[in-house]
């Protein structure tokens, strides 16, 4: 999982924080998958999100916030930490949007589940967070390994927060682990080169 610096959040210019939040205060009938949706008269809403995500991949190095797989190959997702659903003032806040992978977007059910403790409050870092905060947490006091490469979770070491962010990801077993190492190895190699050789290592026609 990254360590990222709260300074590196995405920042809007003053035009697109306006029509965010328009958006937000004058629909209080939709929840926050509803306005999620809109795209606005102009497309402004595509043209932030394109904003947001090509800001992340940036500052992430290309590399999923979670799992840490490269986002080469198209799918890269805009990610809610705290789902947006229920917490729509929360639906743009620079903080609570990073990119994923599909793997972990979808698939660890970290979207339906509610990562607040208690009630929301503003502003947002005030919050307390049932699993690993990317911003807000020292990923690395968290979640430790075994080892010095980061392959091999130590869960019996790592923080209550740190071990239910471990469960929910299924992060502690030999297929996430094999996952890691070829993540790392992939890391040193061209685009083209990486494909090959995840498709070898995944035993893929």
Known sequence: MLNLKQNEAVKYTPAQKL???NLINNNPGKNGTELWKVDGPNKEFVK??????????????????YC?????????????????????????????????????????NKGIK????????MPYEENTFKYVHPFLNDVDKE?????????FIDKEHSTPKGKKTIEMFHWDNDVAASNRLVN????????????????ILNFED
Not at 48 to 65: D, G, P, S
């Open 19 to 21: 029509s965010i939040d």
């Open 48 to 65: 932030i999100k394109e904003h947001i995500r090509t800001h992340y991949k940036k500052i992430q190095k290309l590399r999923c916030v």
């Open 68 to 108: 840490e797989r490269l986002l080469v190959y198209g799918d890269d997702q805009i990610e809610h930490f705290v789902p947006k659903k229920n917490h729509k003032r929360f639906l743009y806040e620079p903080l609570n949007l990073t990119c994923s992978c599909c793997v972990c977007n979808n698939f660890s």
């Open 114 to 121: 509610e990562t607040i403790e208690g009630n929301e409050v």
């Open 143 to 151: 979640i430790r390994y075994k080892d010095p490469f980061k392959l």
């Open 184 to 199: 790392r190895l992939s890391w040193c190699l061209s685009p083209k080169r990486r494909r090959l050789f995840e498709k």
